[in-house]
């Protein structure tokens, strides 16, 4: 039959076993029952030991340290005469002191522990970013508003929404006939529209007819102009409108594609 070791962290050390048996039995630590907490001590040691649980050395020699103190308390004290004129009083020290110290002392830095491990905790949950030139701020001056570049992305949902917004609008009963539109002629007839125009119109107002086919036969007009640079989309703030103008003769368009 193969035996095999079994380790547990239950106890960090034989300090953090005293702790745990002197709340438990409700003990005062300052006038600790030697016996008592011995015996319970070395019952510990003892299943520890029938369970074939790793066992450190230091555990077995606080179990040590316990006996010796407790051979200590069982031995009669001397009365020593003196007398009551005497200015200096010896008193033989108690054999618990060292071990309530570093009982003390002990407790003080695991106390110390759970409070770090809190705030690390708490700290894990905030999120930092690096330092921002705040200077114009503080000299009262507003930053210049500039001009955001569109992507595909702004045109996509810009697209989505319209298609929702026509979802809506469109009557419950229709008869619509069919009429099929190129993307070059619908290319050609924004580019009368803004150049007619002279100005930005809205993204929007590029679409007065509600059929999905005439909506989507212009998105990509729109689109093909813009990749040949023929018009212009700007948009002033996120999520704002979207405006097109036709592109100056001999200037190039920013649109990001």
């Known amino acids: 039959m193969v035996s095999y070791n079994v380790k547990i962290d239950a106890f960090e050390g034989p300090l ?3 702790l745990h048996l002197i709340n438990r039995l409700e003990i005062d630590i300052y006038d600790i029952p030697v016996a008592q907490i011995t015996e319970q001590y070395l ?3 003892k ?3 029938e369970l074939k649980l790793d066992l450190a050395s230091e555990f077995l020699v606080m179990a ?4 010796a103190i407790k051979s200590q308390m069982l031995l009669p004290k001397h009365e020593e005469d003196y007398n009551e004129f005497d200015s200096e009083i010896s008193f033989e020290e108690d054999p618990r002191d060292e071990l309530v110290e570093r009982l003390i002392e002990y407790r003080k830095f695991k106390e110390a522990a759970v409070d770090l491990k809190s705030m690390e905790e708490e700290r894990g949950l905030m999120f930092t970013k690096p330092p921002s030139d705040l200077s114009d701020f503080a000299k009262g001056k507003i930053p210049e508003k500039t001009e955001l570049d569109v992507t595909l992305y702004d045109m996509l949902a810009a697209f989505q929404k319209l298609l929702r917004r026509k979802k809506l609008q469109r ?3 229709t008869k619509i006939a069919r009429q099929e539109v190129s993307i070059e002629a619908r ?3 924004i580019m009368v529209e803004l150049k007619q125009l002279k100005g930005k119109k809205n993204f929007n107002d590029l679409f007065p007819y509600p059929a999905k086919e005439y909506i989507v036969v212009t998105f990509l007009a729109i689109l093909e102009l813009i990749k040949r640079k023929e018009i212009d989309v700007e948009q002033n703030e996120n999520f704002g409108n979207i405006y097109v103008h036709a592109v100056t003769e001999g200037v190039e368009g920013v649109g990001n594609y």
């Open 187 to 189: 290319m050609n007839e």
């Open 16 to 18: 953090d076993l005293l």
């Open 171 to 173: 009557p419950l009963a």
């Open 64 to 67: 040590a340290t316990l006996l």
């Open 47 to 49: 299943t520890m030991k």
């Open 43 to 45: 019952s510990y040691i």
